[in-house]
């Protein structure tokens, strides 16, 4: 049997991960000096709140010995794995995952550099699920994860750049324009990382052109195979945004949260929509 692992950043929802049985590994986060799990130690209202205080936030990888503890309970069981995580570009989880995979000397253990975060690692971990409940092998499961990756698209709008600057995803120039013009950027994972794709002159305009650029590009690719609304400490605005954005692209949007690793870098406040295409694009 093959068993999935991945990490929290995925933010699965309770039920698919018990449906897979799948494995989480926690990212963390320090504040004020204490550090919490992603999803075991703080929640995620708890965590917004704190960041609208002004708390400053630490992110932080887990440690190959976390790895460690989860793969022996599954190895002693006799499965096998399929480890797929947050793209290195944006954490060394991966890198602990091939640590903790060497540390144990086995040839049972897949390891998967997703490329992607959030809601687009979601995606892909329910795949590798899927795929491994109608007998795939890893080797399998593992090429066809990597094919899948043309199909999987995210786009995110931040409402506060501040944190866009922090993280680094946009420079100084970029952010005193954007500052002094009330400029939004829509960003996007492009190669795993987080990038500006474009910038749009007010709230309203951008919540807007966030619909239309999935719509002209989904309709390239065939249309959307699945997706989701994704939003941080806004729940209500986000739920608002889901049934729109279903109205618009004419498909029912599930509820994506994002918690506290990522929503550290997004801020408090942003929205995303997370995609599968139907058919494979270039990026």
Avoid: W
Avoid at 39 to 64: A, C, H, M, R, W
Avoid at 96 to 124: F, H, Q, R
Avoid at 146 to 159: N, Q
């Amino acid at each position: 049997m093959i068993r999935v692992v991945t990490d929290s950043t995925a933010y699965l929802q309770k039920d698919i991960i018990k449906k897979y049985g799948i494995s989480v590994v926690p990212l963390s986060v320090e504040i004020e000096g204490k550090i919490y799990r992603e999803g075991v130690d703080i929640t995620d209202d708890e965590f917004y709140e704190l960041l609208l205080k002004g708390f400053n936030v630490k992110t932080s990888q887990p440690t190959p010995n976390d790895f460690l503890e989860t793969y022996k309970n599954i190895l002693s069981e006799g499965d096998e794995i399929i480890s797929i995580h947050i793209s290195s570009k944006l954490s060394g989880t991966v890198n602990a995952a091939n640590a903790a995979k060497a540390l144990l000397g086995t040839d049972k253990i897949t390891v998967i550099d997703s490329k992607s975060a959030s809601e687009d690692l979601a995606y892909k971990v329910e795949k590798a699920c899927e795929l491994a409940n109608e007998g795939k092998s890893r080797d399998e499961i593992e090429k066809y994860i990597e094919k899948y990756y043309f199909r999987v698209f995210g786009y995110f709008l931040p409402m506060d750049i501040n944190y866009l600057k922090r993280g680094g995803r946009i420079n100084n120039f970029q952010h005193a324009v954007s500052s002094v013009m009330k400029l939004f950027f829509i960003v996007h994972l492009n190669e795993g990382r987080i990038d500006p794709l474009q910038i749009v002159r007010t709230e309203k305009k951008a919540k807007k052109e966030l619909m239309n650029l999935v719509k002209r590009f989904s309709e390239k690719q065939g249309g959307i195979e699945r997706g989701g609304v994704v939003f941080g400490g806004n729940k209500e605005e986000g739920e608002e945004y889901r049934k729109e954005v279903s109205e618009f692209l004419g498909i029912n949007m599930r509820s994506a949260r994002i918690g506290p690793v990522l929503g550290a870098h997004l801020g408090p406040r942003f929205l995303g929509i997370a995609f599968v295409t139907n058919k494979e694009a270039k990026k």
